[in-house]
């Protein structure tokens, strides 16, 4: 089997998420830092292993961990080995675990944030409205990441003046250009500043996620302050992460496919069908970090061996045509059934999917209403992802808005 060094200036991803599914359904990959894993790369081999009992997210099962092969300043040490949350534990401790999460964003509990979202978004609009007319903005800084950020902090009771300080550190944490001398330093950082968010969310309880796993532990859940740091830390890191892509990619997409961009302005396709659509054409997560064999496991006519780690490419498996038939490769807003697993499946399934799906179906039509005109400033292919594995990332999104609407141009 060829191994495939996956790029960590992610240069082309298409390409590299191409050569993934050309190598069958079980690729062989080097990650940044030269550590070898496996990667599935089709999306019903995907399913069946994120559904398998002998797939576990403990990395002591890892051969390369017990080989002392894995340093502490590895650049994505964070991914691998983050501590105790429901992101490292199988079985019952991540039920227990994820029971609490799923109960803060059930569909009937995210609906209810809708009209803090419609404000966000609106008021996000204003900025945009204000700023100088003809200039190219940055529509990533300036709407796609103040969006999520605020709506992942309120939910989870974390303060405004805390937003520049976790950027600045999940740049780090998802980043595989970080230094590994800078590695170590980056996650006390982060455990420090979560930390100070519990401590001052059990001084003074909210109505928020954070203050609700403080008293679940209080209350017999026997929640460890390690596993309420790092829940915290997760959700906070997953919950604006993707949904920053998703609006990201839905408007790179629109562009680069004009005519569909017209019928979704004229009503012909729904918002729904375009989210859908670009979560698997070009999906928010490229690869997901990292389980692991606990015995060999045939995937296809290929054999993941026992003991090695595994990564789940959604970026090949998206655009699997055993799936999705020749036109897999396509952008099609209208594709009917699209039963892609950008958020995941299994017990393991995100449970952030109905927000960032919310937050998208909110914040796209309200852009769009407002800049219909909007379109990119630069050519497409001189967009640029940053040097993240784990994210189907742009550095920045130029675009010029055009004339408001209801304004003479």
Sequence with gaps: MTRIALDPFVRDLDGE????RAAGPLAEVELPGGVHVYAVTRHAEARALLTDSR?????NVWNAWQRGEIPMDWPLIGLANPGRSMLTVDGADHRRLRTLVAQALTVKRVERLRAGIEALTNASLER????????????????????????ISELMGVD?????????????????????????????????????????????????????????SE??????DEEIVNTLQLIIAAGHETTISLIV????????????????????????????????????????????????????????????????????????EEQYGP??????????????????????????????????????????????????????????????VTQNDLHELPVELGCPFGHDS
Excluded at 17 to 20: E, V
Excluded at 169 to 176: A, D, Q, Y
Excluded at 372 to 384: I, K, Q, T
Aim: charge should be negative; proline fraction near 8%; charged fraction near 25%.
């Design 249 to 320: 990619n839905v408007v790179e997409a629109l562009a680069t496919h004009p005519e569909q961009r017209k019928k979704v302005l004229n009503g012909e396709i729904g918002w729904d069908g375009v989210i859908e659509e670009t979560l698997r054409w070009n999906t928010p997560t490229s690869h997901v970090l990292i389980r692991f064999a606990t015995e060999d496991i045939e995937v296809g006519d290929q054999v993941l061996p026992k003991g090695e780690g595994l990564i789940v490419s959604f970026g090949a498996l998206g655009r699997d």
């Design 327 to 388: 036109t897999a490769g396509e952008f099609d807003a209208t594709r009917t059934p699209n039963r892609h697993i950008a958020f995941g499946h299994g017990p393991h399934v995100c449970p952030g999917a109905a927000l960032s799906r919310l937050e998208a179906g909110i914040a796209l039509p309200a852009l769009y209403e407002r800049f219909p005109e909007l379109d990119l400033a630069v050519p497409a292919s001189e967009l640029r992802n940053k040097p993240i």
């Design 128 to 151: 945009l409205a204000a700023l100088p007319a003809g200039a190219p903005v940055d529509l990533k800084a300036e709407f796609a990441y103040p969006l999520p950020m605020n709506v």
């Design 55 to 59: 797939v576990v997210k403990d990395i």
């Design 160 to 216: 405004a003046a805390d937003h520049p300080r976790l950027k600045e550190l999940f740049e780090k944490f998802f980043s595989t250009q970080t230094p590994p001398e800078e590695v170590p330093q980056m996650m006390a950082d982060l455990g420090t500043l979560f930390t100070k968010i519990v401590d001052a969310k059990r001084a003074n309880p909210g109505d928020d996620l954070t203050s609700a796993l403080i008293a679940a």
């Design 17 to 20: 998420s191409a050569a993934l």
């Design 219 to 224: 209350d017999g859940d026997h929640l460890s």
